[in-house]
């Protein structure tokens, strides 16, 4: 019996990454493209070298997501994604424009560059805020449209919805963040 290390695994592993990874982008092309048959021709190519690189390049770097968290964030990521959409349509029909930009400061509880990085690409996907910069390792900073007194709870829910896609728990939040 051979003794794996964590960056080395079995074939059969590489296998079934490859099969789940080649699926999982199989699935958003097809999403993309609307389910045009046509499109296929390139979808399937593409999703098979995408999953054979991510698979040759970062083995486990998926096999890290939980799936019932998941299906949460992405439930989360929808709803807030149309949510913020009407919010941000609003301020910008409204004759006040009723805005007050502000860079915040969020103190992060993730830990891992992955989960930190997918957290402040969903920030900046989510209407009414943009991921700037990280700050000295545990600081998030983030641009807002609402300078609102629950933007940093806000944040938080975002941050418990990745932790969750991860399958980690997280420490309660500190409010004592600058904005």
Not at 40 to 62: D, E, F, N, T
Not at 157 to 179: I, T
Request: hydrophobic letters at 50%; charged letters at 15%.
């Amino acid at each position: 019996m051979s003794q794996q290390t964590a960056t080395t695994i079995s074939r059969r592993e590489r296998i079934r990454l490859f099969v789940l990874r080649t699926l999982a982008l199989g699935a958003i092309w097809v999403l993309i493209t609307e389910a045009d048959p046509g499109s296929l021709a390139v979808g399937v190519p593409l999703a098979m070298i995408g999953a054979a690189l991510s698979v040759a390049l970062q083995p486990r770097s998926l096999s890290a997501v939980h799936l019932p968290g998941a299906v949460r964030f992405a439930g989360f990521f929808l709803v807030q994604s149309f949510l913020g959409g009407l919010d941000v349509a609003r301020r910008a029909l409204s004759p006040a424009m009723p805005l007050d930009p502000a860079c915040v400061r969020y103190p992060l509880r993730l830990a891992g560059d992955g989960p930190r990085v997918v957290l402040a690409n969903t920030i900046s996907l989510l209407p009414g805020t943009l991921s700037a910069r990280f700050l000295g390792g545990d600081t998030l900073e983030v641009h807002v449209l609402d300078n609102h007194e629950s933007v940093l709870a806000d944040l938080a829910q975002v941050e418990e919805r990745v932790a969750g896609l991860f399958g980690a728990n997280l420490p309660p939040l500190q409010m004592g963040g600058d904005s």
